[in-house]
């Protein structure tokens, strides 16, 4: 990254009086996975470019608890949940979005019976509402032309019907868009939900992941678009071990945008 | 002498519905084992989802052949049904088609009936061919009892349309031979390609084939009837509740637990005195978290296992399924319910449960089983009655955690690095903004 542009926190912000427009929750990948970084700086770039007015709450982020709540520890999640709802209420966010589908669930539905109400948006989601504002310009660029295809997160599609937010901004990339044969609302997990991101898988014949990549294979893409920093490590270690890695990239639509403008 | 029969019918029948009824109060009664959940809310969005899923087979229908197929069945099933109004009358008053008054509106009738009764036949025949000759999975992994019931079912509709039409045919021919009490009614666009082959039969015979037919129908109904009960095909009657409360909620937001919540509330306040003597509720057992037993499952979710048609579209699509892993989100249901039942046996035989030192967990479902879910929700999608095997996984695992402590190693890694540096891996929390200084 050639220049670092200012992220400013809650704190500073709250230390001058004023309130962002959104809050920007960058989720526990999104700070510290290597991958999943890089499209954390895609997404402020977008951001900072619309001038959107934008804070993050940096060291005052917990995990959303998430992972606990699906492994079953829901005395953990709720720790979690009401440390989390403590500090957002306190700076008063109205609105949050996030880069995790998982982040963007437990938020958007989880959070409020436990006193955190907000409105939260997928990066996507907010992406198309900027470009639909006309703050932010999606062309083609670099990808115009080429074959991509779109994984549905679980948590973003199924869980919360999200299907076409992330197409429509691929769309307007001028990229070929190809659908894997399971799609959508039938489109099958890559296999990091539920905490098995962090365990191992139990005995099978396959890895997950292994069968959703060869689903994406079939369709001949250039780039496996994504919308999850966890799909995406799923699906980046299925195109490795198909040793598909230089031929094939996977790509947060985030960082998609991004790059075709070469920001 | 002459009321035998009507006689004999209405002991039919009360037996019939009396031993159905007795039945279906025992399911109900163990359905509310289960803990209460509030679904009373939405009263027009959950009438809506009931006619869309149930009534109108809105989620059958996304795999198009089975899916036609079985409206095909269903709708012959309830509409045939309005025949057997007509037959019960009948049969209690000994009269012979009652509603011939209709006149052309009961040609329309009976000819739609026989049109139906046909294309039920040859549904039947194509399911049996997919359940027992193609190749699919969903169906070759059911053994024993679920397979039997899955094809006996289908026997019994053959038998049942056969019946069906044969009396028509044979009162056909007793029509046109202006037999006594036969009225002529009715339109036979299918029975009267059977009627020929009972050309040459004297009066009596028919008569006897009529009323053969016409008893092993109605007797057969009530077999059917009562064999619900016993199988999978509880569906035809549950998938209608079960629509109806199913949840409303995104599928991605899991269900909060009201427990946890308040202590929760506790630890975090400040100003609790956690010296307080507690209130009222003194000698109270304290609540236990999530699931080890069916007693522990809400009624919804038990609702869920009873209607539970075995179907395995849930299994089909799932990822975990799907890669070789034992999870079968179909097989969750299937326990739940046989759980169920032998807990309902046990109150049946003792008065009140008696503990049989057997329970949902470890004697049905495995925790190998429930590791193995991603949560993607797929099972939860397709499923074409709004069946949730996922919120059972999900209360099996926290009972695991919360009472046990017995998640795998890794994952008690993870959530020791939640509850230390809030993120779910070895790192610091203050380190939080560093991504931006790179
Ligand atoms: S939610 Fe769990 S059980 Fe259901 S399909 Fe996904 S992995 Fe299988
Ligand atoms: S849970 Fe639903 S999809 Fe699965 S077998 Fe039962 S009825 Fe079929």
């Not at chain 2, 999975?137 to 019931?149: A, M, V």
């Not at chain 2, 522990?296 to 179907?311: S, V």
């Not at chain 2, 190693?409 to 509850?419: G, Q, Y």
């Amino acid at each position: 990254m050639s220049e670092t542009i200012k992220v400013p926190t809650m704190a500073e912000y709250m230390a001058e009086g004023k309130t962002p427009e959104v809050l920007f929750w960058v989720g526990c990948a999104g700070s510290f996975d290597d991958r999943a970084k890089k499209i954390t700086k895609a997404f402020v770039k977008l951001l900072h470019n619309a001038n959107v007015d934008f804070a993050v709450l940096g060291t005052e982020e917990s995990c959303t608890g998430d992972p606990a709540k699906r492994a079953g520890n829901e005395f953990l999640f709720q720790m979690q949940a009401v440390t989390n709802i403590e500090v957002m209420n306190a700076y008063e966010i109205k609105k949050v979005v996030t880069a995790c589908p998982h982040c963007f669930n437990t938020l958007k539905n989880e959070y409020p019976v436990l006193g955190g109400d907000y409105e939260v948006m997928h990066h996507t989601q907010f992406l198309k509402s900027l470009l639909n504002e006309g703050k932010l310009t999606v062309a083609g660029g670099r990808f115009k032309g080429k074959r991509i295809t779109f994984h549905d997160p679980c948590y973003l599609g199924r869980a919360n019907k999200v299907y076409e937010a992330p197409r429509d901004l691929l769309t307007k990339l001028e990229v070929e868009l190809v659908e894997m044969k399971r799609s959508k609302r039938n489109g099958l997990c890559c296999g990091a939900g539920g905490a098995q991101m962090f365990k191992e898988p139990e005995p099978g014949h396959k890895d997950v992941n292994i069968e959703r990549t060869e689903d994406a294979l079939e369709t001949q893409p250039d780039i496996i678009a994504a919308g999850c920093p966890f799909c995406n490590t799923m699906m980046t270690d299925g195109v490795k071990n198909k040793e598909k890695e230089d031929s094939i990239a996977v790509m947060d639509v985030a960082e998609l945008i991004a790059n075709a403008q070469d920001l | 002498m002459q009321y035998i029969p009507n006689i004999l019918f209405v002991i039919a029948l009360v037996a019939g519905i009396g031993y159905f009824t007795m039945n279906i109060r025992k399911i109900i009664r163990n359905i509310r084992l289960g803990k209460d959940v509030d679904r009373s809310d939405n009263k027009r969005e959950r009438f809506k989802n009931m006619a869309m899923i149930a009534l109108g087979q809105s989620k059958m229908v996304r795999r198009p052949i089975a899916g036609i197929l079985h409206v095909i069945v269903y709708l012959g099933f309830i509409i045939i049904n309005i025949e057997v109004l007509e037959i019960i009358i009948d049969g209690i008053f000994g009269t012979h088609r009652i509603f011939a008054f209709l006149g052309g509106f009961y040609d329309f009738l009976i000819a739609s009936f026989e049109i139906l009764a046909l294309l039920v036949l040859v549904s039947v025949i194509l399911f049996w061919i997919r359940r027992n000759v193609i190749n699919i999975r969903r169906f070759k992994t059911l053994k024993g009892w679920p397979k039997n019931d899955g094809n006996i079912i289908l026997y019994f509709e053959v038998v049942l349309m056969a019946l069906f039409l044969t009396m028509n045919a044979a009162d056909l021919q007793l029509q046109e031979l202006g037999a006594d009490h036969y009225v002529k009614a009715g339109a036979y666009p299918v029975s009267q390609f059977i009627a020929p082959l009972f050309d040459g039969m004297t009066q009596g015979s028919l008569i006897i084939l009529e009323r053969t037919a016409w008893w092993l129908h109605i007797l057969g109904i009530l077999i059917f009837l009562n064999y619900l009960y016993f199988s999978k095909h509880l569906h035809i009657l549950l998938a209608f509740p079960n629509t109806y409360y199913g949840a409303l909620k995104p599928q991605g937001e899991f269900d909060n637990l009201e427990a946890v919540t308040n202590e929760v509330k506790l630890m975090m306040d400040p100003n609790a005195d956690p010296f307080a003597a507690p209130t009222t509720e003194v000698e109270e057992e304290p609540e236990k978290f999530g699931a080890s037993d069916v007693m522990d499952l809400n009624w919804a979710q038990l609702l869920n296992a009873y209607t539970c048609t075995e179907c395995g579209r849930c299994t089909s699509e799932c990822p975990a399924n799907q890669t070789g892993k034992k999870l079968s989100p179909r097989k969750i249901m299937m326990d739940t319910r046989d759980r169920l039942k032998e807990v309902g046996d046990n109150i049946d035989k003792n008065g009140s449960f008696v503990d049989d030192g057997k329970q949902l967990l470890n004697d049905y479902i495995t925790t190998e089983e429930l590791w193995a879910c991603t949560s993607c929700n797929a099972c939860v999608e397709a499923c074409p009655v709004s069946i949730n095997p996922l919120s059972i996984i999900i209360d099996m695992r926290r009972y695991l955690v919360m009472e046990q402590s017995a998640a795998p190693t890794d994952l008690n890694n993870m959530m020791s690095n939640i509850e230390n540096n809030g993120a779910p891996w070895p790192f610091n929390q203050m380190d939080r903004l560093n991504w931006n200084k790179e």
